[in-house]
């Protein structure tokens, strides 16, 4: 680049046009950094190299366990979920700020040892370049694996027929911070495009600070939401904070000087230079991989997943058209009528049949509460326990259908109540009856006269209005 004469400007400016226009003078930038660095900079690189690569770098062998075990030729987006949920655990239970200690131990012993075998060296330019790739990806993966699940709207899904009719005060903070998500599916799939286009702005160098000045507010905001709403993801959503800062940290003085201080403001110009036509066809392939399987497949997997339903829902569909909320009209126990009571731990208030092979039973008999609060994508309907997490007042239960005999078997699918059982006969008298008779969990007979209700709900008549432009209840 060829200089020009400053002309035309006051004398008080000159000096510094001349030092920006220097700064400018892409011939003389060399491609690599021959600054040396300082003394705590070469320990604070090593600390954190080593602190970094095992916090990014599956080192686990259950983690390649769990790869190998992956049914290739059936490949789901759980399994993929669960590949990029990767973090370092020493500890069983659930995530803890302990692994990250223990992780930090590891560091500083490896510093100790690197600063001895190799002090006199003042200058980590490429290894902290490829630190950053491995970081980059990593965290793109993290981001992406939430991105996808946001986007097609299934994360928080849209509330079951009885979670609209639990009481407010019968969920957890975290349930409820889920459910006001799940109505909402247009806005949830715009904070998983945000994710997106924030993850694949990290696999590119050069956009790479843009794309982390996307994650770490989106991501805070996810963090502190944990910390408000009792959810059990805040040390996983604190180490992509980590990461993003690591990555924004690059251009994180350089920018400060530009837009704070307003100073002429030189970009670092290092650029790994690879020598070999190999290099670049490996990088190449490299790169193309990891888009192909973690953007093009997980996301079309995703799609298919979303297709299909959302998996914190059973699949196993239930009672043919008795999907609804049903009060109990009668209720006899032994023989014995019991009239309607809210207070009553034995008689039934009202009873919900769910699309799915669910049924809830509203009653005053306590339910121990499942805390479930973390991301989980069950294979197995009978794990998928997210209906009745973090929500008590109702007694929910799977159950097989007999058509022959006309027989249902319930099962309470909350696991501090595993063993309780029921085998009901139905009859359906009318469309808007259902007639349940037999033996509940403790052994007594029952016989229950179930009506359904033609209730409206204030979301689903909203949303109608906002197609029609009226609303009538």
């Known amino acids: 680049m060829t200089k020009t004469a400053i002309t035309g400007v006051p004398s008080e400016w000159k000096a510094e046009l001349s030092e920006f226009d220097s700064q400018l003078d892409f011939d003389t930038q060399p491609t690599t950094s021959p600054s040396e660095w300082r003394g705590y900079e070469t320990l604070l690189f090593r600390f954190f190299f ?10 686990d062998w259950t983690y390649y366990r769990d790869l190998f075990a992956i049914d290739w030729t059936n490949l789901q987006y759980r399994d993929i979920f669960y590949l990029a949920r990767y973090q370092p655990k020493f500890f069983d239970g659930p ?21 001895y075998r190799d002090g006199s060296r003042r200058d980590y330019t490429t290894l902290y370049y490829w630190l950053r790739v491995i970081v980059r990806y990593r965290l793109a993966v993290g981001i992406l694996a939430y991105g996808f699940i946001k986007f097609f709207p299934m994360q928080a899904p849209y509330p079951s027929i009885s979670n609209l009719n639990t009481n407010y005060g019968d969920f957890t903070a975290w349930k409820l911070f889920s459910l006001s998500l799940g109505i909402v599916p247009s806005y949830e799939s715009f904070l998983g495009l945000v994710e997106i286009v924030g993850a694949l702005l990290l696999l590119n160098r050069k956009t790479a600070s843009i794309g982390t000045l996307i994650i770490l507010p989106f991501t805070g905001n996810v963090f502190v939401s944990n910390l408000a709403y009792e959810g059990g993801e805040y040390v996983y959503s604190l180490y ?18 530009l837009v704070s201080l307003e100073q002429p403001t030189a970009p670092n110009r290092f650029r790994l230079v690879l020598t070999e036509p190999w290099q670049r066809t490996v990088r190449l392939a490299l790169k193309t991989a990891f888009i192909l399987f973690f953007v093009v497949l997980y996301g079309y997997k995703t799609y298919a997943g979303y297709r299909q339903g959302s998996y914190h829902f059973p ?3 239930g009672l043919a058209d008795a999907s609804g909320i049903y009060n109990v009209s009668e209720f006899r126990i032994n023989n014995q009528v019991l009239p309607y009571s809210r207070t009553d731990s034995t008689r039934w208030q009202d009873v919900v049949f769910e699309k799915w092979a669910t049924i809830s039973i509203k009653s005053n008999r306590p339910a121990t509460l499942d805390l479930s609060n973390t991301e989980e994508i069950y294979a197995s309907d009978q794990d998928r326990n997210y209906e009745l997490a973090g929500s008590q007042g109702r007694h929910y239960y799977n159950y097989d259908i007999d058509h022959a005999k006309q027989t249902l078997r319930l099962r309470n699918r909350n696991k501090a109540h595993a063993d309780e059982t029921l085998t009901l006969r139905y009859s359906r008298p009318n469309p808007s009856r259902i007639v349940l008779s037999g033996v509940n969990e403790t052994k007594d007979s029952i016989y229950v006269v179930l009506d359904k209700v033609n209730k409206k ?3 689903e008549e909203a949303a109608k209005a906002g197609r029609r432009g009226t609303l009538k209840l």
Request: hydrophobic share 70%; glycine share 2%.
């Open 240 to 257: 992509l904070i980590v990461l993003a800062l690591f990555v924004f940290a690059y251009d994180a003085v350089r920018l400060f000087r």
């Open 50 to 59: 080593i602190y970094l690569f095992i916090q990014a770098v599956p080192l």
């Open 95 to 115: 995530d803890s700020f302990a692994n990250w200690a223990v992780v930090a131990l590891i560091a500083v012993v490896g510093t100790a040892i690197w600063t």
């Open 457 to 459: 709900y204030l979301l």
């Open 315 to 317: 699949q196993k569909p």
